[in-house]
């Protein structure tokens, strides 16, 4: 019994001492291993000065050294390039302003596109002292003479050229569904708005549909806007007679028909209740009907019946 216990114990020794062993072992190994592979990883980064001193020393020795100034400057556009159009030619003109373009000088003129603002500019003085003094040597011509500016919008009128409002003030035109209409003309209504069903008109003896109301009234009364607006067109239909189209805003657009003495032009803003034309004589398309405006309201250019706007 003895005998196998020392054995035991013997072997139990020898166990431990070799288990220990085997694990400093491995321990040594996987130390030599990580140690070694950190090297290699410094050895990745280590910068060489001494190479780059080199390197820079012979290229300042060589027969071809670097400039750091030519690749700063290279690829600079010069001034004269930036936004230059050789064909622009309203640069001074009387109804174009660019202050900032009044150096340029056109290709049609002869100017060279490299030339030197200042240079351009005398050169474009002097032609146009020469074409000045060129005009003060012609003699005025004897005739009909129409200021620059001035507009008469008198189709078919009585009167001789009123003069167009002015259109410095342009509102923004913002009628919308809510919106209500002024009367342009007080009066009867001779043919009612009807695109449902057509309705008999007297002058012509039949039956036709009607995208506008008829409103009776007076030659030389007094037609005013029923909404500010824009006036787009003025025109002249062989059934309304002079007419006036304007823009309400919201798609909306209102035109008025069997006019005479505009007051208005085209481009030029008004606002409700202005006084836009008279009533003229009425057309031979009415002529039972007898003196009467054509007023007619669009949205989106689909007629709509202007009674539901008219107050």
Do not use: C, H
Request: charged share 20%.
């Amino acid at each position: 019994m003895r005998r196998s216990r020392r054995r035991g114990l013997a072997r139990e020794r020898f166990l431990m001492v070799a288990s220990a062993v085997l694990v400093l072992g491995s321990l040594t190994a996987t130390g030599l291993w990580l140690g070694r592979d950190k090297s290699n990883q410094d050895e990745g980064y280590v910068v060489d000065l001494s190479a780059i001193e080199n390197n820079a020393a012979a290229g300042l020795g060589g027969e071809n050294p670097v400039n750091p100034s030519e690749n700063v400057t290279q690829g600079i556009v010069p001034s004269d390039d930036l936004d230059y159009d050789p064909y622009f030619q309203e640069t001074n003109s009387q109804k174009v302003e660019n202050p900032d373009q009044s150096g340029s000088v056109s290709m049609s003129e002869g100017a060279s596109p490299t030339a030197s603002p200042e240079v351009a500019l005398k050169e474009k003085n002097k032609e146009e002292k020469g074409k000045e003094e060129g005009k003060t040597q012609e003699a005025p011509k004897e005739g009909t003479k129409k200021e620059e500016g001035e507009q008469t919008a008198d189709i078919g009128g009585e009167g001789e050229g009123t003069p167009a409002l002015s259109t410095a003030m342009q509102p923004a035109l913002t009628f919308g569904d809510s919106d209500t209409l002024v009367w342009p003309v007080v009066g009867n209504i001779l043919v009612n708005y009807s695109m449902d069903k057509t309705v008999y008109f007297p002058t012509l003896q039949q039956y036709k549909y009607n995208p506008a109301i008829i409103i009776q009234a007076n030659q030389g009364d007094l037609i005013t806007a029923a909404s500010a607006g824009k006036v787009i067109s003025v025109f002249t239909d062989p059934k309304i007679g002079n007419g006036v189209t304007m823009e309400l805003g919201g798609g909306y657009e209102a035109t008025y028909g069997q006019l005479s003495n505009i007051l208005v032009s085209e481009g030029s803003y008004v606002a409700a209740g202005d006084v836009i034309a008279e009533v003229g004589a009425p057309t031979k398309y009415f002529s039972v009907e007898g003196t009467n405006v054509y007023f007619k309201l669009t949205k989106n250019g689909e007629p709509i019946n202007p009674m539901a706007k008219l107050n």
